[in-house]
């Protein structure tokens, strides 16, 4: 099984802070990465496939990266409705996979 | 409005059995591969299941093999999940999920005595 190393696990950030996570795949997967969010009580919302695409209607303050089997997501100015976990999801193979999930709070 | 809606969740013994549906609405059910993933209290997500359109190519997660059977019936727009030989770590809201985007609101199921 392809394994996904999400860091960090949780951070604290100010409303209008860059705030960046990094997914990490064991093995290639090309660029076959999802982002999600979840707010609490509420299924996952997909925000980037592909590594990089945004999904019609996210903020284009949301974005994503790659460089071989490492994976960025940024959130370029953070917005207090941004409070949520967000989670990496490979889908090269499967079982697909999710990182382990990141919580982000505002500080 | 795409919509999935899974049924069928609540509270079972160790041991005993739950099958869940999820209806899909606002697309075309049949042309979509589906999956189950679910969520223990307080964790993160697991993907257990992946349908294909036809329903011929299955998968499953090693902690739900042998014990879950994944179905589908594209003629009424419904996934299933028949879940037998429940354990406590069962224990989590259900999800159908089409390829990513569309995903039920979760049905939660409890394993405990």
């Given at each position: 099984?392809?394994?996904?190393?999400?860091?960090?696990?949780?951070?604290?950030?100010?409303?209008?802070?860059?705030?960046?996570?990094?997914?990490?795949?064991?093995?290639?997967?090309?660029?076959?990465?999802?982002?999600?969010?979840?707010?609490?009580?509420?299924?996952?919302?997909?925000?980037?496939?592909?590594?990089?695409?945004?999904?019609?209607?996210?903020?284009?303050?949301?974005?994503?990266?790659?460089?071989?089997?490492?994976?960025?997501?940024?959130?370029?100015?953070?917005?207090?409705?941004?409070?949520?976990?967000?989670?990496?999801?490979?889908?090269?193979?499967?079982?697909?996979?999710?990182?382990?999930?990141?919580?982000?709070?505002?500080? | 409005?795409?919509?999935?809606?899974?049924?069928?969740?609540?509270?079972?013994?160790?041991?005993?059995?739950?099958?869940?549906?999820?209806?899909?609405?606002?697309?075309?059910?049949?042309?979509?591969?589906?999956?189950?993933?679910?969520?223990?209290?307080?964790?993160?997500?697991?993907?257990?299941?992946?349908?294909?359109?036809?329903?011929?190519?299955?998968?499953?997660?090693?902690?739900?093999?042998?014990?879950?059977?994944?179905s589908r019936d594209n003629a009424n727009n419904?996934?299933?999940?028949?879940?037998?030989?429940?354990?406590?770590?069962?224990?989590?809201?259900?999800?159908?999920?089409?390829?990513?985007?569309?995903?039920?609101?979760?049905?939660?199921?409890?394993?405990?005595?």
């Amino acid at each position: 099984d392809i394994q996904m190393t999400q860091s960090p696990s949780s951070l604290s950030a100010s409303v209008g802070d860059r705030v960046t996570i990094t997914c990490q795949a064991s093995q290639d997967i090309s660029n076959y990465l999802n982002w999600y969010q979840q707010k609490p009580g509420k299924a996952p919302k997909l925000l980037i496939n592909d590594a990089s695409n945004l999904e019609t209607g996210v903020p284009s303050r949301f974005s994503g990266s790659a460089s071989g089997t490492d994976f960025t997501f940024t959130i370029s100015s953070l917005q207090p409705e941004d409070i949520a976990t967000y989670y990496c999801q490979q889908y090269a193979n499967l079982p697909q996979t999710f990182g382990g999930g990141t919580k982000v709070e505002i500080k | 409005e795409v919509q999935l809606v899974e049924s069928g969740g609540g509270l079972v013994q160790p041991g005993g059995s739950l099958r869940l549906s999820c209806e899909a609405s606002g697309f075309a059910f049949s042309s979509f591969e589906m999956n189950w993933v679910r969520q223990a209290p307080g964790r993160g997500l697991e993907w257990i299941s992946y349908i294909s359109k036809s329903g011929s190519i299955i998968y499953y997660a090693d902690s739900v093999k042998g014990r879950f059977i994944i179905s589908r019936d594209n003629a009424n727009n419904s996934l299933y999940l028949q879940m037998n030989s429940l354990r406590a770590e069962d224990t989590a809201v259900y999800y159908c999920v089409d390829g990513a985007v569309t995903w039920g609101q979760g049905t939660l199921v409890t394993v405990s005595s």
